[in-house]
């Protein structure tokens, strides 16, 4: 079954590498992927634009992918995205993509991730995102095979 998923990662630092993991599958519906010219007139217009501007990419969106990259976990937009999608009960995603090269065909160090940061509940039991929802590494497991089954996996965790 074919879902909607948003992508969540820091724009400026690993878009370059977002977009590999993103055109690996087109055959997965997405949302949450601008281009610059588009995040850069988003942004000109404030922090209250970014963030209808996310509410509006989520609407529709079963499941919310992190791709993970060194300063992922500190990123403004990125805890929005995923308190967002927490609060419409979207299935998360991890992915961690610092062994991804970027435009310059360059490698990055591991990052945090920003999910054990938030807590979900199931039922009843209150639980930190990270230890429910699984996070994979790109590079490692040939994440262009799996993304689709990952995604509708998430879905399932959080009974959709």
């Given at each position: 079954m074919a879902r909607k998923a948003f992508f969540s990662f820091h724009f400026e630092r690993d878009s370059w590498r977002a977009g590999q993991v993103r055109n690996?599958?087109?055959?997965q519906p997405i949302n949450g992927y601008i281009d610059k010219a588009k995040?850069?007139?988003?942004?000109?217009k404030g922090d209250q634009?970014?963030?209808n501007w996310i509410d509006?990419?989520?609407k529709g969106t079963s499941v919310t992918v992190v791709l993970i990259g060194k300063e992922t976990a500190d990123r403004k937009y990125v805890?929005?995205?995923i308190e967002k999608s927490i609060e419409?009960?979207?299935g998360l995603l991890g992915i961690y993509i610092h062994n991804v090269k970027n435009v310059l065909g360059e490698t990055?160090?591991?990052?945090r991730n920003p999910l054990d940061n938030f807590t979900i509940t199931v039922n009843g039991r209150t639980r930190i995102a990270s230890n429910y929802f699984k996070t994979y590494t790109w590079s490692s497991v040939k994440g262009y095979n799996h993304l689709a089954s990952w995604i509708d996996e998430a879905a399932e965790l959080a009974g959709l």
């Amino acid at each position: 079954m074919a879902r909607k998923a948003f992508f969540s990662f820091h724009f400026e630092r690993d878009s370059w590498r977002a977009g590999q993991v993103r055109n690996s599958n087109l055959t997965q519906p997405i949302n949450g992927y601008i281009d610059k010219a588009k995040w850069e007139e988003v942004k000109k217009k404030g922090d209250q634009a970014i963030k209808n501007w996310i509410d509006e990419q989520l609407k529709g969106t079963s499941v919310t992918v992190v791709l993970i990259g060194k300063e992922t976990a500190d990123r403004k937009y990125v805890k929005y995205e995923i308190e967002k999608s927490i609060e419409r009960g979207n299935g998360l995603l991890g992915i961690y993509i610092h062994n991804v090269k970027n435009v310059l065909g360059e490698t990055d160090e591991k990052g945090r991730n920003p999910l054990d940061n938030f807590t979900i509940t199931v039922n009843g039991r209150t639980r930190i995102a990270s230890n429910y929802f699984k996070t994979y590494t790109w590079s490692s497991v040939k994440g262009y095979n799996h993304l689709a089954s990952w995604i509708d996996e998430a879905a399932e965790l959080a009974g959709l």
